[in-house]
């Protein structure tokens, strides 16, 4: 409802304001090619996230002070705080960094986001910028036609920078012609009430652009032509910072509850620190006089001091902070608390998480494992065993043969409020992913997919071997039982091995021994058949439990097959060059059955 309301209001005032003034127009013409370069920048830079910055981020968060430089480096050469949050909100959503990581991080982009302001007040506005921009827009849009991702990306990240220069110069011309028709100074207020009034109007611009570095261009073009005082500009400054956490918390609508918390600091640190600048004012104007003086700022180069001003307080901000780190991270858990376990959610999908490759498939294989463990219950109860039972008896045989406990529950009501759920959530999330992504993580996601589809697989396939297994397992008959008893104990035993395999560091090894496990289930086949013959000649077993037999060795088969399958893809890593070799050397089914028939005939001739 607010958004509907919020953009015709937004475009009415922006039609008013190019109706009453001309100069009006270019201002804002000027913020909207700033901002349009903003998203060339973010695209261009994009092109190269295809594991790099993934990898960088991943190796470079174990400790607080490297999260930290890593928020500071990649804000200063990407020039978009944005980017970073929605990145770093990304990867914590989908668990591949932990939430104190992730607050280092936006710590880190606060500082990094000074940089732009300190490169627009010493050349931005000094020299004729718009000279440099035709040659970066040229150069810009002719290599992002190109079909190179890499030389797209390199186009989009000089027409980016070429209209970011537009943009400085448009606002500059702008507010020199704005100068005389309106004074923004005249809105003034003494003492605090001012300051926060300043601050609130700084806040209000950055949601509106959703970009504190436009901001902060705007705030640096104005005070460079008079339009606003010194003290307004300061205001102004903190106020923008204030106003960034927008895209943080529009970032983290569609992330997981770790992107709420994350999101959450940035508020809380961004809040903390504007609150901090505002109170210490006059200290940080005394500080800021200092330290020019120290470099060689003139006293009346307010647009160089407004850059060392917003430095200055972001790493006071920082400062302050990053000892709180840790009890941050707590009370975050604490106020924005996990749900319920509910299996039918979730855990790793998020939106912001899509223009990534690395972090869409690893946000995907993660919730493959989650609808991996959400079956494993209902297969678990399908055969009338409980999880424990499956995963923690040491002798698995003798209890499943000690066992006659019938487990009451709907698996058909389970089944579409946990397993489809997440099955259709993990389907619609690789569609909308796999437009946006590279060929190589489309042939990956698919794999994924198919992994997610035999898991739903072996839910139905339980189905229908509960029925008989549930009259069965309990018969009085120890033949039947006996055979029953033979089914339940195979798909139990895979499915304790894939999580033994799971926990493995060495999931290359763990992706050949499930073909181990796929050569002794087919190699089960043939005992069954010559099983069922014997028993059925020395009558211990009637007709119909034979056919039943047979019909339901046929699911069990299958059930461990697709069990087998799913693993295997989940096991290998699109990153881990031994596990690609891996799964090229797994064996298909023809040449398992090729084992099976060379290990028979070995065993016939031993016999001979």
């Known amino acids: 409802m607010l958004r509907k309301i919020f953009l015709p209001t937004i475009l009415l005032i922006l039609g008013y304001g190019f109706w009453i003034s001309p100069d009006f127009k270019e201002i804002a013409a000027g913020v909207s090619i700033f901002l349009f370069g903003m998203l060339f920048l973010e695209e261009g830079f994009k092109a190269f996230t295809g594991g790099l910055l993934e990898k960088l981020l991943q190796r470079t968060t174990d400790k607080t002070w490297k999260s930290l430089a890593f928020g500071v480096v990649t804000t200063t050469i990407m020039q978009s705080s944005s980017l970073v949050s929605i990145i770093t909100i990304s990867f914590i959503s989908a668990g591949l960094i932990p939430l104190v990581a992730g607050i280092g991080i936006i710590f880190g982009a606060n500082i990094g986001t000074t940089t732009g302001a300190w490169l627009v007040a010493a050349f931005g506005l000094k020299v004729k910028i718009s000279a440099y921009a035709m040659p970066m827009l040229v150069f810009g849009i002719v290599l992002a036609f190109q079909k190179s991702k890499y030389l797209k990306g ?9 209209f970011l220069f537009l943009g400085i110069h448009y606002m500059k011309e702008g507010f020199e012609a704005f100068r005389d028709s309106f004074d923004l100074a005249a809105l003034a207020v003494a003492g605090y009430p001012g300051l926060f009034l300043f601050a609130g109007i700084g806040a209000a611009a950055t949601v509106v652009m959703q970009s504190s570095h436009a901001t902060l261009v ?156 959400s079956a494993f219950e209902l297969m678990a109860h399908g055969m009338n065993l409980h999880r424990t039972q499956i995963l923690e008896s040491p002798s698995l045989a003798k209890t499943i043969d000690d066992d006659r406990e019938i487990i009451e529950f709907d698996l058909d ?20 992913a796999q437009s946006s992504i590279p060929s190589v993580f489309s042939e990956e996601l698919f794999r994924l997919r198919n992994a997610a589809s035999e898991i739903v697989e072996c839910v139905k396939h339980i189905k229908h071997l509960r029925k008989n297994t549930t009259v069965y397992m309990v018969s009085d008959n120890t033949y039947i039982r006996n055979e029953y008893n033979m089914l ?63 019909n339901d060795f046929n699911y069990s088969d299958q059930t461990a097959k697709n069990l087998l399958d799913s693993a295997q893809a989940l096991l290998a890593s699109h990153a881990d060059l031994l596990a690609e070799a891996a799964q090229a050397v797994v064996l298909d089914e023809d040449e398992i059955e090729n084992i099976v028939n060379e290990n028979r005939a070995d065993a016939s001739l031993t016999k001979s």
């Open 413 to 432: 009501e389970l089944y579409e409020s946990k397993v489809k759920v997440l099955y259709s959530a993990i389907i619609d999330f690789i569609s909308k």
């Open 218 to 373: 705007l705030i640096l073009t104005a005070l460079a032509v008079g339009q606003i005082t010194y003290e307004n500009a300061l205001a102004l400054a903190i106020g923008a910072n204030v106003g960034t956490t927008i895209t943080a918390i529009i970032g983290s609508l569609s992330a997981n509850v770790q992107g709420k918390r994350l999101a959450g600091a940035h508020l809380i640190f961004n809040v903390v620190t504007g609150v901090i600048a505002i109170v210490f004012l006059n200290q940080f104007v005394w500080a800021v006089d200092i330290i020019s003086g120290k470099v060689g700022i003139a006293a009346d180069n307010h647009t160089m001091k407004l850059a060392v001003f917003h430095t200055l307080f972001n790493i006071t901000g920082v400062l302050v902070m990053v000892p709180l780190i840790n009890q941050l991270a707590l009370r975050l858990c604490h106020f924005i608390p996990e749900h319920a376990p509910n299996l039918a959610e979730p855990k790793y999908l998020s939106d912001a998480a899509i223009e990534f490759p690395e972090t869409v498939l690893s946000s995907v294989k993660k919730e493959v494992w989650h609808l991996f463990d």
């Open 154 to 162: 390199v186009g989009s990240v000089l027409a980016g920078l070429g």
């Open 488 to 550: 339940r104990l195979k798909i139990a035993t895979i499915l304790k091995q894939i999580y033994r395999y799971r926990d493995r560091d060495d999931h290359t090894l763990s992706i050949l021994e499930l073909d181990e496990l796929k050569a002794e289930a087919l190699a089960s086949h043939d005992r069954l058949n010559k099983q069922i013959t014997d028993l059925l000649n020395d009558n211990k077993i009637t007709a119909l439990m034979a056919t039943s037999l047979l």
